[in-house]
């Protein structure tokens, strides 16, 4: 078994590069001889970072490169809670890996009131991962051109592309034309996955059957009209992932004595700063802090972290009604998946587990679409919980009360 401390020696002296160890030893090793050179070119203490507990030859390549060991983050709890779902059906504990102290306390305590008003329901309503490349086109005649083609050609692409994968199905493909540039924006069923991967490799293979049949030149295979891990008005609208919406009805005592205000108020707080406040920001998320509830379970699950941005797509309403207050979240873009990246490492696995949704659902696709209407419930008791606060002056208190 080759030393790590050797290892570490020719990292120092030029012999080797810090990608180049798993070549020579196990991903362990390799892990430990880099935790070796950097601790002696930085100065840092590394031990911390060299106590994990997934496999390192699991995550070295396919989840990370020039692997050092782990960053651990508090994973905490929150829950019991009913949700009424199209795939998620029963009570859940909804894990939340995060540093944000009061966070978890928020999410419990709107979690305990949802629960206490007999659950929330949630629907997936719309579901397909994209990908867009751009195409260059002499102009707008051309693009026309193209844009017949794929139009009478779709079977031809959608086989093309399925040819990839054993599990995604081409939904459809969206054309996009300025000036000389044509967008062809492809979506997919990609069941239990996310389904980045399986996308991008599907439509590299149709966007080549693209360039040998049509004009057209392909110039990348994201455009940047799929729209992802940045911001994006397309993906408010049209969805990405995941589209769900939860909702629930709290009867007014429940409201008064439990979140201590009142459904007025919480309507009042909530058309104030998420709509008005939200537009006046030219905000796509009009929201009090979805992405928190979001962040924890991605982090918590194995979720891609970046597609956070996507997942603060959401739209908080509350309307006051006879019977109390009824409040709802829709999550325009939710991108999630219960197998492949992250999911496959020990601790994401054993979250995913805790909830009853790891691997594969049955029906495929299942499993995810039942992690994204847990979170939504959970994004909503989050809402529910500091919209509240805000309402009764107790934001700040909280906060300080739990030392944060």
């Given at each position: 078994m080759t030393n790590p401390a050797d290892l570490a020696d020719q990292l120092r002296s030029g012999e080797l590069r810090l990608y180049e160890l798993e070549d020579h030893a196990d991903a362990d090793t390799a892990a430990e001889a880099r935790r070796r050179f950097l601790a002696e070119e930085?100065?840092?203490?590394l031990d911390a970072i060299g106590a994990y507990s997934f496999e390192a030859a699991k995550a070295s390549g396919a989840a990370v490169e020039n692997m050092v060991g782990g960053a651990q983050v508090p994973l905490g709890v929150a829950g019991p809670v009913a949700v009424d779902g199209g795939s998620a059906t029963g009570e859940y504990y909804l894990p939340l890996a995060t540093t944000e102290g009061a966070l978890v306390a928020s999410v419990n305590r709107g979690l305990s009131a949802i629960d206490d008003?007999?659950?929330?329901?949630?629907?997936?309503t719309d579901s397909g991962m994209t990908r867009a490349p751009v195409f260059r086109v002499s102009g707008v005649a051309e693009a026309e051109t193209v844009i017949q083609w794929v139009d009478k050609h779709t079977d031809e692409l959608r086989e093309t592309a399925e040819s990839t994968t054993s599990h995604g199905k081409l939904l459809g493909v969206e054309p996009y034309v300025v000036g000389d540039n044509v967008y062809l924006r492809f979506a997919y069923d990609t069941k239990d996955a996310m389904g980045m991967n399986m996308t991008t490799i599907a439509t590299?293979?149709?966007?080549?059957?693209?360039?040998?049949?049509?004009?057209?030149?392909?110039?990348?295979?994201?455009?940047?009209?799929?729209?992802d891990k940045k911001p994006a008005a397309i993906n408010a609208v049209e969805g990405r992932g995941r589209t769900v919406t939860a909702d629930v009805v709290l009867d007014r005592d429940l409201v008064e004595e439990t979140l201590n205000t009142t459904p007025e108020a919480m309507v009042e707080g909530n058309t104030r700063k998420n709509l008005i406040g939200s537009a006046k920001a030219g905000s796509f998320g009009f929201n009090a802090h979805?992405?928190?509830?979001?962040?924890?379970?991605f982090l918590a699950t194995g979720?891609?972290?970046?597609?956070?941005?996507?997942?603060?797509?959401?739209?908080?309403?509350?309307?006051a009604r006879e019977d109390g207050l009824y409040a709802s979240i829709s999550l325009a873009s939710l991108e999630v998946g219960?197998?492949?990246g992250g999911t496959k490492l020990a601790t994401q696995s054993a979250a995913l587990e805790m909830l009853g949704l790891g691997g594969s659902g049955d029906p495929p696709g299942a499993n995810a679409?039942?992690?994204?209407?847990?979170?939504?419930?959970?994004?909503?008791?989050?809402?529910i919980s500091l919209i509240a606060a805000f309402c009764s002056r107790h934001l700040a208190s909280a906060h300080e009360d739990l030392g944060r």
């Amino acid at each position: 078994m080759t030393n790590p401390a050797d290892l570490a020696d020719q990292l120092r002296s030029g012999e080797l590069r810090l990608y180049e160890l798993e070549d020579h030893a196990d991903a362990d090793t390799a892990a430990e001889a880099r935790r070796r050179f950097l601790a002696e070119e930085t100065g840092a203490d590394l031990d911390a970072i060299g106590a994990y507990s997934f496999e390192a030859a699991k995550a070295s390549g396919a989840a990370v490169e020039n692997m050092v060991g782990g960053a651990q983050v508090p994973l905490g709890v929150a829950g019991p809670v009913a949700v009424d779902g199209g795939s998620a059906t029963g009570e859940y504990y909804l894990p939340l890996a995060t540093t944000e102290g009061a966070l978890v306390a928020s999410v419990n305590r709107g979690l305990s009131a949802i629960d206490d008003a007999g659950g929330a329901t949630a629907r997936v309503t719309d579901s397909g991962m994209t990908r867009a490349p751009v195409f260059r086109v002499s102009g707008v005649a051309e693009a026309e051109t193209v844009i017949q083609w794929v139009d009478k050609h779709t079977d031809e692409l959608r086989e093309t592309a399925e040819s990839t994968t054993s599990h995604g199905k081409l939904l459809g493909v969206e054309p996009y034309v300025v000036g000389d540039n044509v967008y062809l924006r492809f979506a997919y069923d990609t069941k239990d996955a996310m389904g980045m991967n399986m996308t991008t490799i599907a439509t590299r293979e149709a966007a080549e059957l693209v360039e040998a049949e049509t004009t057209a030149e392909l110039v990348a295979l994201s455009g940047n009209l799929c729209n992802d891990k940045k911001p994006a008005a397309i993906n408010a609208v049209e969805g990405r992932g995941r589209t769900v919406t939860a909702d629930v009805v709290l009867d007014r005592d429940l409201v008064e004595e439990t979140l201590n205000t009142t459904p007025e108020a919480m309507v009042e707080g909530n058309t104030r700063k998420n709509l008005i406040g939200s537009a006046k920001a030219g905000s796509f998320g009009f929201n009090a802090h979805a992405a928190n509830t979001v962040a924890a379970t991605f982090l918590a699950t194995g979720q891609d972290e970046a597609q956070v941005v996507e997942g603060a797509n959401a739209i908080t309403t509350m309307n006051a009604r006879e019977d109390g207050l009824y409040a709802s979240i829709s999550l325009a873009s939710l991108e999630v998946g219960t197998v492949g990246g992250g999911t496959k490492l020990a601790t994401q696995s054993a979250a995913l587990e805790m909830l009853g949704l790891g691997g594969s659902g049955d029906p495929p696709g299942a499993n995810a679409d039942a992690l994204a209407e847990v979170i939504a419930v959970g994004a909503l008791a989050g809402e529910i919980s500091l919209i509240a606060a805000f309402c009764s002056r107790h934001l700040a208190s909280a906060h300080e009360d739990l030392g944060r």
